[in-house]
């Protein structure tokens, strides 16, 4: 690892103001925030107002890190955006967003790997910026996940929020350097977790809970064997955060200490491509370490990293 390699040099996230606690879903539904809380670890979410779409809020939290990164938005070279809530389908969220960043003229493009979108756009940039294509990459997670859900349907309306991150990546210098990328696909679970044209989400909950756990398992045992790491090795592990249950059982099969694994799920349940940037923001920023992180979702798709923090 040298200083050709990718690095995310700054990163932000945007959650909007509106709270939605448990309690509101007993108002007119046959639920309970117990049963929420102790299923999912969610105690609330949030939830963007109508007329606000997942590229306003990537917007917000990719000026944000492009602050952060003292990057000029005319800089860019590329702008990768991982939904699986385009505001609409053509033209892409991230040609939106390019129109709305002042001075921006980079070439842009949507990644839809649903809650796995972030680890997938970070091997794009990673490859992109490696091989000497590109100089300076913007990748944002953004999600309007109430535009996917039935209100009507307990076993998911429940589980998601509506957020996004942001990440500059830039070619060495100091942030968290991207050491290696793996991701992997089953299309054969294409069906457990799908939006049919015209419907809302389906999900069936319990084929993507043993899936997640047997996945999140093999990446992590898979990505500590390529970066001959032992547990002892890693500051942090960063989930997607879907269930703390399923971060649970791959805890306990792993032996993975509990202040290993940061956690947002209980204030912004599952974020799907936002939630990975959005956790990435809610811990320190500690030099010298090795983190992973460790994604999946509808595809069923799934994906792992390890940085180094520079
Ligand atoms: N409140 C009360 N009861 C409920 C609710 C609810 N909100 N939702 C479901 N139930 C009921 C079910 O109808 C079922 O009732 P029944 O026994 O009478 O049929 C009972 O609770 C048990 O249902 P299970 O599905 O077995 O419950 P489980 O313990 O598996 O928890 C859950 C359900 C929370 C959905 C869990 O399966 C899960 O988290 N799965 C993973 C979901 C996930 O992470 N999806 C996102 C993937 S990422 C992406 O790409 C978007």
Redesign the pocket.
């Known amino acids: 690892m040298d200083s050709k390699s990718a690095t995310i040099i700054a990163s932000a996230a945007y959650l909007p103001p509106k709270r939605v606690e448990n309690s509101h879903f007993e108002t007119y539904l046959?639920?309970s925030d117990s049963?929420?809380y102790e299923?999912?670890g969610i105690k609330e979410r949030r939830w963007a107002e109508n007329d606000v779409k997942a590229s306003d809020m990537g917007l917000i939290a990719a000026k944000e890190a492009l602050k952060k990164a003292q990057i000029d938005p005319k800089e860019v070279d590329l702008i990768l955006v991982a939904t699986m809530t385009p505001d609409q389908p053509l033209p892409s969220t991230a040609a939106i967003i390019q129109s709305k960043l002042e001075g921006c003229r980079a070439p842009a493009m949507d990644i839809s790997a649903?809650?796995s979108g972030y680890l997938y756009g970070l091997s794009v940039a990673k490859a992109f910026i490696e091989s000497g294509m590109y100089a300076t990459i913007l990748l944002i997670g953004c999600e309007k996940m109430t535009q996917v859900l039935d209100p009507e349907d307990?076993?998911t309306v429940?589980?998601f929020g509506d957020g996004a991150g942001a990440s500059v990546i830039k070619k060495g210098g100091s942030g968290l350097r991207i050491d290696r990328v793996v991701l992997g696909l089953d299309g054969n679970l294409a069906g457990s977790?799908c939006i049919p044209n015209g419907k809302k989400m389906q999900?069936s909950?319990?084929e993507?809970?043993k899936t997640?756990i047997q996945k999140g398992v093999e990446i992590i045992e898979l990505l500590m064997e390529q970066e001959m790491l032992s547990m002892n090795d890693i500051r942090y592990i960063l989930f997607h955060q879907?269930?703390i249950r399923?971060m649970q059982n791959i805890q306990k099969r792993l032996l993975i200490p509990e202040e290993k694994v940061p956690t947002t799920i209980g204030y912004t349940a599952?974020t799907?491509a936002a939630s990975i940037p959005i956790l990435l923001q809610s811990i320190p920023h500690e030099k010298n370490h090795r983190y992973m992180s460790v994604a999946?979702?509808?595809g069923f798709t799934y994906a792992g990293a390890v940085f180094t923090s520079l």
């Open positions: 046959n639920t049963w929420i299923r999912t649903a809650c307990r076993s429940i589980l977790l999900m909950g319990q993507i809970f997640a879907a269930n399923i599952n799907s999946f979702g509808a």
